[in-house]
């Protein structure tokens, strides 16, 4: 069955053949980055419907143990319990194909990471596809859910991807070109050379003495005439009267 993916500028045709027993993918999806720690597998085995509690020691219960047959034994991998590289590898498929389906089929607004990872964000998109089918939102992707998104991604790749209509640009005339007019470069105008008039000879001027300035002579002021002072005349001597003798 066609499965794919598209990550933002990168698009990622891959093919794969999903049945109830086996799985036929592109080498890209069945590498995995690294060995899953315990709680990783039993987390990846809980994705995909099977019975198994997560936890530290999970590996060693013996209800994931009997998962672990399960699975191998549903795509006849070898059944040992073990989960060795091939059982890992085939699980990282699985979980790679399935993400790769919920991209394509539900566009989420977070594109989920195409890894071997059965994480938190990859079962709250898978709820999402439970809830687009009116079926009770779980979180696990069990066979029947992924034969049926499976389905829906082939169709999707089916679509012809609409071509956007390209608006023809208008055939632009070529404007001629003009030979420009060489600029002509004008004579300079020649000024003729002024006649020259003579400079008549010029007859000295003898030099003149000039006249020594005279210094007048300054006007003398004539003395005030003096007044004479009149002569004081001396005030005459009085004579006492002489006393009078009363008559007796």
Not at 99 to 110: D, G, I, R, S
Request: with cysteine; charged share 20%; aromatic share 4%.
């Amino acid at each position: 069955m066609w499965c794919g993916i598209k990550k933002s500028s990168v698009t990622v045709a891959l093919l794969g053949l999903f049945t109830a027993g086996a799985i036929i993918s592109n080498s890209g999806l069945a590498a995995r980055q690294r060995n899953y720690a315990g709680m990783e597998f039993c987390s990846v085995l809980q994705g995909l419907g099977y019975q198994v509690t997560v936890s530290n020691n999970c590996l060693q219960a013996q209800q994931t143990k009997k998962s672990i047959r399960e699975f191998q034994k549903g795509y006849k991998l070898g059944v040992d319990g073990i989960v060795g590289p091939k059982t890992q590898d085939h699980a990282a498929s699985i979980v790679r194909i399935l993400k790769a389906n919920l991209n394509l089929v539900l566009k989420p607004q977070k594109t989920l990471t195409v890894s071997q990872f059965y994480d938190t964000q990859t079962q709250a998109v898978v709820k999402q596809y439970q809830k687009k089918l009116g079926l009770e939102a779980t979180g696990i992707a069990d066979l029947a859910l992924r034969q049926r998104l499976d389905k829906e991604a082939k169709e999707v790749l089916k679509k012809p991807t609409s071509t956007p209509e390209v608006t023809p640009t208008p055939e632009v005339t070529p404007t001629p070109e003009v030979t420009p007019t060489p600029e002509v470069t004008p004579t300079p105008e020649v000024t003729p050379t002024p006649e020259v008039t003579p400079t008549p000879e010029v007859t000295p001027t003898p030099e003149v003495t000039p006249t020594p300035e005279v210094t007048p002579t300054p006007e003398v002021t004539p003395t005030p005439e003096v007044t004479p002072t009149p002569e004081v005349t001396p005030t005459p001597e009085v004579t006492p009267t002489p006393e009078v003798t009363p008559t007796p």
